[in-house]
T-cell receptor, first 116, second 117 residues
Framework: AQSVAQPEDQVNVAEGNPLTVKCTYS??????LFWYVQYPNRGLQFLLK??????LVKGSYGFEAEFNKSQTSFHLKKPSALVSDSALYFC??????????????FGKGTKLSVIP | GAVVSQHPSRVICKSGTSVKIECRSL??????MFWYRQFPKQSLMLMAT?????????EQGVEKDKFLINHASLTLSTLTVTSAHPEDSSFYIC?????????????FGPGTRLTVL
């Protein structure tokens, strides 16, 4: 079975400071990792993904994430936070093979609050 | 590209009625669509996986007679909540996987807020 852990329910950061939202995963086979953002009463918006290749992935709105195989982590980062980044962030994983491949498993979400 | 729509965005109904939610892939063909349920301040829980032209695969604990899923074409899947009750009130989100596959990426609809009185 695959799983995702987002250890922080909430992250607070001052505007202009760097932010990190943590994610660790467990999956059989090669992991396909995703970050999504959700604003209130809205669906999920895709931020970035890791499939293969460079461990540092750059995505939308200045976000990036680093895949660390040995630590089974895929933390989301941004060098300088904006107030408009305040939202709910979900990490998700799937595997590229086997039963249930393509089915995403989500973490519980981390609420990011950027303080002006 | 890769836009998924849901209709309606919000529905309020009386207990005992049935509600149909549509999920459409607007600019691509989706061999597989997924239906999720999200309770307030919680994560998305996969309800079922829907493949075009075949029966949906439901996750454990999801009543298939309660949540009817029809994936009639490569661009449309519907979720019908039958005989809805207040405990069915939730945010329902669909996603679609591009037929061309490759990156295992799912594209999400904007969600449907169901309130059962």
């Amino acid at each position: 079975a695959q799983s995702v852990a987002q250890p922080e329910d909430q992250v607070n950061v001052a505007e202009g400071n760097p932010l990190t939202v943590k994610c660790t995963y467990s999956v059989s086979g090669n992991p396909y990792l995703f970050w999504y953002v959700q604003y209130p009463n809205r669906g999920l918006q895709f931020l970035l993904k890791y499939i293969t290749g460079d461990n540092l992935v750059k995505g939308s709105y200045g976000f990036e994430a680093e895949f660390n195989k040995s630590q089974t982590s895929f933390h989301l980062k941004k060098p300088s936070a904006l107030v408009s980044d305040s939202a709910l962030y979900f990490c998700a994983v799937t595997s590229g093979s086997g039963a249930g491949s393509y089915q995403l498993t989500f973490g519980k979400g981390t609420k990011l609050s950027v303080i002006p | 590209g890769a836009v998924v729509s849901q209709h309606p965005s919000r529905v309020i109904c009386k207990s005992g009625t049935s509600v149909k939610i549509e999920c459409r892939s607007l600019d691509f063909q989706a061999t597989t669509m997924f239906w999720y349920r999200q309770f307030p301040k919680q994560s998305l829980m996969l309800m079922a996986t829907s493949n075009e032209g075949s029966k949906a695969t439901y996750e454990q604990g999801v009543e298939k007679d309660k949540f009817l899923i029809n994936h009639a074409s490569l661009t449309l899947s519907t979720l019908t909540v039958t005989s809805a009750h207040p405990e069915d009130s939730s945010f329902y989100i669909c996603s679609a996987r591009d037929r061309r596959g490759g990156a295992n990426e799912q594209f999400f609809g904007p969600g449907t807020r169901l309130t059962v009185l």
